[in-house]
Each structure stands twice: as structure tokens, then as C-alpha cells.
């Protein structure tokens, strides 16, 4: 029973729960568990509370039937969402007793869907990073191999989903922090369009970036979380009016004719030998699925790195400001002036990381240097976006890898930045253009890892995403693999 359980995917998990087979209260039991049992070694939960996951089943069950599709399922939230009455503390020192007040959108509305809160997840220290070093919580592990990292900045989310430690799981992305982690623990993991989902209450790490996602085992799986996710938001200004949509609507469409744009720019130099083996694999699969594959040119994407690493720590250091020890968080136990406060306070609840981007983006927005390098960034970003735009003519979706390398070892990028952040090279260009994009699992490479098949779709194209998605997952395996060690 615990086994198919903790294997299910959430139709299966919802259906259990309508025949009354199992009870929410029992279900977040068996999860609750697996955490106290698992967590000490993989570090992905950073706050657990069982008393309140099991008032909320406990609701659960006494609910009313029908009930929605995600009725009583836990899942558990990245630390970068507001939980009411959860400490919330975006992997920083800065925020460590950070109780939250209220609740983010993307948390009252899984809530108002039933789903139950199983605990909250570590990440990077403010989403910055791809590999979850640099959180102060300390490092996750890889369910994989615990001697690797599991990709960050969700690496939390995703060990926690890769361990079955929680069914499901959010995440956010603003240069590939979804779709990277999922792609190094073997998970689907969803960025929607910019816009789709809402960002109020999510810790702001740079806005014109940051979109919410589910991560998940399967494709189906992320289209029912978003079908919960998403949707308009008067309390996020760049939140998009559009009518609702049912993104699993499509996940049974036969992909006879899709065209693929493959990118010469994503299987250029850069990607590991065994990366490349298991994808072009993957894109054989879908040959046989009847898709067909078109080469395309995405002429800008080689400065997606550098352009981000402008906006991203200009935007940041613009955010970053309103932790000063004065209203919220973290405050220097001693200090002289006003202007000593917040220098020690920033000094001391910030991590190297942290602080790296502040200087970025505060040199990169200041007078002089403005025009050089932020303005610049942005006109470059406007290329990005009107690369993709022109490929979408040739093009259904678009794919390649979603990271250049299987998960590597604690310590191996942590000395040089940008080797840290070419991580993200072939993730980051969408966030830039603010178009959707997945990661799914493909298969297996060096070390017996999982490596990840990144689909991008244009614009608003998410119910087509996640069949294409779908359709690979009915013909593989793979998204249903765990971890060995896990068992
Ligand atoms: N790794 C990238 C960074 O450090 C992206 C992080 C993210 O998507 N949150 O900025």
C-alpha cells in the first residue's frame, strides 16, 4: 500500500482518496514519515509541522464530496512563498525568524483546492544559485548520489519529490531554477509563461524574471498543479487577465506532424558527450511519435548568460534593499548609527552570493555606468525575444538540453561563479523572452544520473507543452524511476 502510494501520481492518488481507499490524514502521514526518516540525510525540508499538515487533512476529510482533483494531496512549498503562520525564510540568515503574516496567492490557492501543506522547502539563500550551496540552512543532497547536488535554486523541491518525500512540490524560476533541479533529480518541472501565475507573496528575487511552477513526477501531474496555479491576480501588477484554461485539455493530442525546432546555439560546444547521447535519444522517440525535426537558429542566445547577469543583480539589488533590519527580519545585535545598523544588519544576514549580486546590480544601475551595461542588457534581451518569435514560425516547440551536465559533486563549481551560473546556458534565454518551458526526465548518463529534455513552447503554450511532454511519458519510463537508495 505505502509503496503504491508514494509512487502514485496525483490522479491515482485522488482517486484513492474519493474511494475512500485512504485518508488524506493517513496519506500525510505516510509522507510526514518518509520526511522524518529521509530528511536528515538530504536536507530538503526546512520546516515541518505535523500538527498543523494534519489539522489541514483532517479538513480535508471531513470535506464535503465532490471534492476537486487535488483534494487532500500534500505537497510542500518552496521557502521562498509567504505560509501563513510558517516561518518563511527564503534560505537567508536575513529571514530566519521570519514567521509570515499571510499567505501567498499560489499557496491560498492550492489550499482552496485541499491540498495539504507537508512542510517548506530549502533553496538557494534568495533563489541565487544552481546547485543549493549557497543556502545558509546548508546544502541539499541528490537522492541520486548524496555526494551531488540537486540543482537549485528549487533543489529543496526537488530532492524532496525525487526522495517521495511529497508528491508534488512548487518551485520557481527566474533563469532555470525549475527546470534545472528537475532535470538533475529525473522530475518534470514546469515555468509557465511570465505572467500565468502570481507572484504576490513570493519573495521577490528579480521581478521581470521570476515565474512560479509545479514540479512534479509527471507531466499530468504539473498540468492539474497548474490548473491550481494559475490565474489572474489584481494583488501582482504584471499578473495577466486572461480566461482560465484547462492545461490537461490536450495531454492526449497524437503528435503526428509537431514540429520541433532544434537549436543549433543548444547542442553546440559545452555539452557533456552523455548528456547529448541521452537526448538525441529522446528526440529519436519523438520521431517515432510521428514529430518531425527542424533546425533553427537562435543568433542571440550565446548573450542570455551575460545580459541576465546584468537585469537579474540590478533587479535584485533594487529588491534586496528593503532588508535593512529596520521592519522585518534579521537585525545586528550591535551597532552605532543608523547607517551602522543597516551596514552590520546587511553585512551579517547576507550571504557571499547575495551580496555579489548586490554589488552587481548596484554598479551595473548606477550613474555612468547605466547605459553601458543595464540599457545594453535590455536591448539584448529585446533580440532574445524576437529570436524565439521568428523561430515559433518554423516551429511548434523547441528543445534541447535543459543543463549541459549531469548533477556534479559538492564544491566542484562553488569557487568560480561562472561556471556556476553556465548552468543555466541554455535555460536562462527563456526567462529573458518570458516564455514557458519544461524539463522532463530522458534517461540516464554518466554515473547513472538523470538528465533532462528541456521543451520550450511559445507564448501561453502550455497545454501543448505538456502534451508533448505527456505523450513521451506514455512511451518511457523514466519520470517513473526512483532513486534506489530511497526505498
Ligand atoms: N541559477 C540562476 C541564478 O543563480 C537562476 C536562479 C533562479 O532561477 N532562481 O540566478
Not at 510542500?76 to 509567504?82: G, L, P, V, W
Request: a negative charge; one cysteine or more; proline letters at 5%.
Amino acid at each position: 500500500m505505502s509503496d503504491s502510494m508514494i509512487n502514485a501520481s496525483l490522479r491515482q492518488l485522488s482517486a484513492a482518496l474519493a474511494e475512500k481507499k485512504i485518508s488524506s490524514v493517513e496519506l500525510t502521514t505516510l509522507f510526514l514519515d518518509r520526511i522524518a526518516q529521509l530528511n536528515p540525510s538530504l536536507n530538503a525540508f526546512i520546516a515541518t509541522d505535523r500538527e498543523k499538515s494534519l489539522a489541514q487533512a483532517r479538513a480535508a476529510d471531513a470535506a464535503p464530496q465532490p471534492c476537486g482533483a487535488l483534494h487532500g494531496i500534500p505537497l510542500a512549498h518552496k521557502d521562498i512563498f509567504c505560509t501563513e503562520g510558517w516561518r518563511t525564510s527564503c534560505g537567508s540568515k536575513m529571514l530566519e525568524n521570519f514567521i509570515a503574516p499571510y499567505d501567498a496567492t499560489v499557496v491560498e490557492k492550492f489550499k482552496a483546492a485541499g491540498m495539504v501543506t507537508l512542510g517548506k522547502l530549502n533553496m538557494d539563500e534568495f533563489a541565487m544559485g544552481s546547485s543549493n550551496e549557497t543556502s545558509y540552512f546548508g546544502a541539499v543532497k541528490n537522492p541520486w548520489d548524496v555526494s551531488r547536488v540537486p540543482g537549485g535554486s528549487s533543489g529543496g523541491s526537488a530532492a524532496a519529490i525525487s526522495a517521495r518525500l511529497a508528491p508534488a512540490a512548487t518551485g520557481t524560476d527566474t533563469g532555470g531554477s525549475i527546470r534545472q533541479p528537475a532535470a538533475l533529480c529525473g522530475l518534470t518541472g514546469l515555468k509557465p509563461t511570465y505572467g500565468v501565475v502570481s507572484r504576490y507573496g513570493m519573495i521577490a528575487f528579480a521581478s521581470s524574471l521570476d515565474q512560479a511552477g509545479p514540479m512534479a513526477k509527471s507531466a499530468e501531474d504539473c498540468a492539474l498543479l497548474l490548473n491550481a496555479m494559475a490565474g489572474f491576480d489584481p494583488r501582482d501588477s504584471t499578473s495577466l487577465e486572461r480566461p482560465a484554461e484547462d492545461y490537461a485539455r490536450d495531454l492526449n493530442q497524437p503528435l503526428a506532424g509537431l514540429r520541433i525546432g532544434l537549436p543549433g546555439e543548444f547542442f553546440g560546444a559545452g555539452m557533456d558527450d552523455d548528456v547529448r547521447a541521452t537526448v538525441e535519444v529522446a528526440l529519436d522517440e519523438y520521431r517515432k511519435l510521428g514529430a518531425v525535426t527542424v533546425d533553427i537558429s537562435l543568433p542571440n542566445s550565446g548573450l542570455s548568460v551575460p545580459a541576465y547577469y546584468v537585469i537579474a543583480p540590478a533587479e535584485a539589488s533594487s529588491n534586496l534593499s528593503r532588508f535593512d533590519g529596520v521592519r522585518y527580519g534579521y537585525r545586528a545585535p550591535e551597532y552605532g548609527d543608523l547607517n551602522d545598523m543597516y551596514a552590520k544588519t546587511r553585512a551579517q544576514g547576507f550571504g557571499a552570493e547575495v551580496k555579489r549580486r548586490i554589488l552587481i546590480g548596484t554598479y551595473v544601475l548606477s550613474h555612468g555606468y547605466y547605459d553601458a551595461y543595464y540599457l545594453k542588457a535590455q536591448k539584448i534581451r529585446r533580440l532574445i525575444a524576437v529570436d524565439f518569435s521568428d523561430a515559433f514560425k518554423k516551429c511548434d516547440v523547441i528543445m534541447g538540453p535543459a543543463s549541459p551536465s549531469v548533477a556534479f559533486a559538492f564544491g566542484a563549481k562553488s569557487a568560480d561563479p561562472v561556471q556556476m551560473y553556465l548552468s543555466d546556458i541554455y535555460t536562462i534565454s527563456t526567462n529573458l523572452a518570458g516564455l514557458p518551458g519544461m524539463s522532463i526526465p530522458c534517461g540516464f548518463g554518466n554515473n547513472n544520473m538523470p538528465v533532462g529534455l528541456q521543451i520550450i513552447g511559445n507564448w501561453f503554450d502550455e497545454a501543448r507543452m505538456l502534451n508533448v511532454a505527456h505523450q513521451y511519458q506514455q512511451m518511457t519510463d523514466w519520470h517513473t524511476q526512483m532513486p534506489e537508495g530511497m526505498r
